[in-house]
C-alpha cells in the first residue's frame, strides 16, 4: 500500500484549502462529500490518503473531480448566479487539467 509523505500531505492540505475558498466551500462541505466523521483537516486528509494508498495519485484526483461534479450538480440545482457558476466551471476545469498532468506522468494518457 502506498502512502502520502510528509511533504505531499502538506501539499494535499494546501491545495484543499485553496480549492475550498475559490469554490465557495467549506470543511463541513468536504467532510460530508467525503463522508468523514469529521470536518477537521487531519481526519480530511486521512480519507483522502486511504484513498490514494487504494488507487493511487490518479484515483485521488479523480475522487477530488467526483467531489466537484457533485457540487457542481448541487449549485446547478439551486438558483447560483452567473459569477458563481463560473468560478466552479473554473475550479473544474482546474481539476482536470491536475488529473491529465498526472495521465500523463504516469503513462496513463
Known sequence: ???????????????????????GRTQADLRRALRASSIRMPVLLEELAGVYGRDGLTGLAQRLCEIESLWQGE??????DDQVSTSLDDSLGQLDLLLQEI??????A
Open 103 to 108: 495521465r500523463l506522468d504516469s503513462g496513463e
Open 1 to 23: 500500500m502506498t502512502t502520502l509523505t510528509t511533504e505531499q500531505l502538506d501539499d494535499l492540505q494546501v491545495f484543499l484549502k485553496d480549492w475550498l475558498r475559490h469554490s
Open 75 to 80: 449549485d446547478q440545482g439551486g438558483e447560483a
